[in-house]
């Protein structure tokens, strides 16, 4: 199948982006000034998210220490909504809430609005999958998910793809199941292969087909998914993992092996 093409090329595509990182490095050190500083640190801690947590995190906290320092509190601001993002991912779940629920929301210039609500989104939608086990502890956050999400849309420019897959997802979540697919299939067709927003829409098509109980349609946009997550080295690969899941439960574990060896691989890098 192409995925099982994409998987064993995978490091090709790790490769070319542990480039850029690397890259970014070298044009880092060679800014001598603050504010030089502070654009290409946002660009390396960006290039991090769904690569390297850790990293990720060590960028946005040293961009959001040298804008509070040279007193650009907007700048600040951009860094610790994102760092707000980051922080689950390396067990900082609490401070994450935290951290982000002390930001006054009426304060917020205008400009960030997206951002702040993005942000929420993101933040309490990963909340939601974390306590997955725990129905009503996931559906609380995944309603204040929502809320943000509903926030967002009223700041993103109607039409836009990103637009578009809030909309779609606010769909979903409102219990709109065709409505979302409608406008998800027609965002998919227009969007690379090999990004991040191409796998989000994918996966959420899934959870779309699983829901409508179209099977095949549900293994098909997992698949999408978890190529479009190879194609841009991203390593939280979710529907990897996933699908690896659903092959052990139809019995073929051969191929449920392979894409679980490789979703923990993956995952420990």
Known sequence: SCLDEELLVGDKYINVRQARIDSLGVLMRAMVDDVSQLTVSKE??????????????????????????????????????????????????????????????????????????????????????????????????????????????????????KYRLNRGEAYLADGEPLAARAVLLELLAQLSENSNMYARVSHKLSQIAKETGETNEYVYYLALSAIADIKSA??????????GGYMFECGDIEQAHSYLSVALDYAVR
């Open 44 to 161: 390396l801690a960006d290039e991090y998210v769904g690569f390297n947590a850790d990293s990720a995190l060590h960028y946005y906290n040293r961009g959001y220490d040298t804008a509070v320092a040279l007193g650009l509190d907007s700048v600040a601001l951009v860094f610790r909504l994102q760092r707000s993002t980051v922080l689950p991912l390396v067990g900082f779940v609490m401070e994450a809430i935290s951290d982000y629920r002390k930001i006054d929301e009426s304060q917020i210039p205008l400009g960030l609005k997206e951002q702040y609500y993005d942000a929420g989104r993101q933040l309490y939608s990963y909340l939601s999958s974390f306590y997955g086990r725990y129905p009503e502890v996931s559906a609380k956050w995944a309603e204040l998910s929502h809320k943000s999400q509903v926030k967002l849309l009223e700041y993103l420019e109607e039409g836009s793809a």
């Open 234 to 243: 991203t390593l939280e690969i979710m529907s990897l993992q996933e699908l």
